[in-house]
């Protein structure tokens, strides 16, 4: 089994569980990879060792160039055997891979940043060179259901609005990013892993409880999964009508706020539109204008105080948002601009 290189080569059940991701990606996702480049983020666990085999055996079907990229965060003494790791498998799978490490510690330190947060931005900084160097059409990432189910559980906790409550979405157009594996559940990827005889790398940070998510994953979890056993599965469902609720919400708002600031530094809002608009949309524009100031807090305190300041037609008042960016509300327009600008608070 070990040897297997295409889907005629696998056991009728594998193959079908990789046609099912096939159709995932087709019909849940709506992408065609059809011909595509893709990149895979690759870091030697079961998750992405999965994901790269499943596109593997799919790669002749669909005349797919695959290619990996690892990112060593030098946290752990044995990350170089994970790197090795990535690097026979990639020369036996006949994959190009991008490898580089990082000393991810000593710049969460210098930039003043948890590790969590420093890793992962290190890591899509690295994604996105890849990319750009090979020209790939979609960055696969091997988030799978379990993982969906602790995202929600984490953006309950740290206070997230719909749609966002809804956890990770399985496609970002923006970043050219897709997850193929988000409706599916761990154990059948590691099932599907053991019965073709593949190895994988463990990484024991995953049992630090100095982090949240491992806080949320070995404590939390098991405590929802005891009530509802089937909690990671639906979840699907809720991103589904998540998904479809953002595309409305998008749409709307994009009529109102623009998609990046001017050549102030500002972006503008025209209060004619927004007394024209729902709460619920006029909220969000103030959430996304925030967004679009690429710095600053959208907190929902401050976007509520900035509603009832607005519907008081309180003009001249400055709402100050965490990071940076400030909020005035004038006679026809509201204006975020940054907190080093020229308005003084009133």
């Not at 909020?327 to 204006?335: C, D, G, L, S």
Request: hydrophobic content about 40%.
């Amino acid at each position: 089994m070990p040897d297997a290189t295409t889907l005629q080569e696998l056991p009728p059940r594998l193959a079908h569980f990789c046609l099912g991701i096939r159709r995932y990606i087709r019909d849940d996702l709506e992408v065609d990879i059809q011909g595509s480049r893709l990149l895979v983020g690759l870091s030697g666990g079961a998750d992405s060792t999965a994901l790269l085999r499943i596109l593997c055996f799919l790669a002749p079907g669909l005349n797919l160039h695959l290619e990996a990229a690892h990112l060593d965060h030098g946290l752990r003494e044995e990350s170089a055997e994970d790197a090795d790791f990535c690097r026979e498998l990639c020369e036996r799978l006949h994959v190009r891979l991008h490898s580089i490490r990082k000393d991810v510690g000593s710049m969460a330190k210098a930039q003043g940043q948890g590790m969590e947060e420093t890793a992962r931005n290190c890591r899509y900084s690295f994604y996105s060179a890849c990319m750009q160097a090979v020209d790939a059409d979609w960055l696969m990432l091997a988030h799978h259901a379990d993982d969906l189910a602790e995202d929600v559980v984490m953006r309950l906790i740290r206070g997230s609005g719909w749609p966002e409550l809804a956890g990770m979405p399985g496609i970002d157009v923006k970043r050219r990013l897709l997850r193929p594996l988000l409706g599916t559940p761990k154990a059948k990827l590691l099932d599907f892993l053991r019965a073709l005889g593949q190895t994988w790398r463990e990484d024991s940070s995953n049992t630090d409880m100095g982090y949240f998510r491992n806080r949320v994953r070995h404590t939390l979890m098991p405590l929802i999964v005891r009530e509802n056993p089937a909690f990671a599965t639906g979840l699907e469902t809720l991103r589904h009508i998540a998904s479809a609720d953002a595309a409305h919400f998008g749409r709307e708002m994009n009529e109102i706020v623009p998609d990046q600031p001017d050549e102030n530094g500002e972006i503008v809002l025209s209060a004619l539109k927004l007394s024209q608009c729902d709460t619920a949309i006029r909220l969000r524009s103030f959430k996304l204008a925030i967004e679009r100031m690429g710095r600053g807090q959208a907190l929902a305190d401050n976007i509520f105080q900035l509603e009832k300041t607005f519907c008081a037609a309180r003009h001249g008042k400055v709402i100050q948002f965490p990071g940076g960016v400030n909020a005035r509300v004038e006679r026809n327009f509201v204006r975020f601009f940054a907190i080093s600008d020229k308005w003084t608070m009133v």
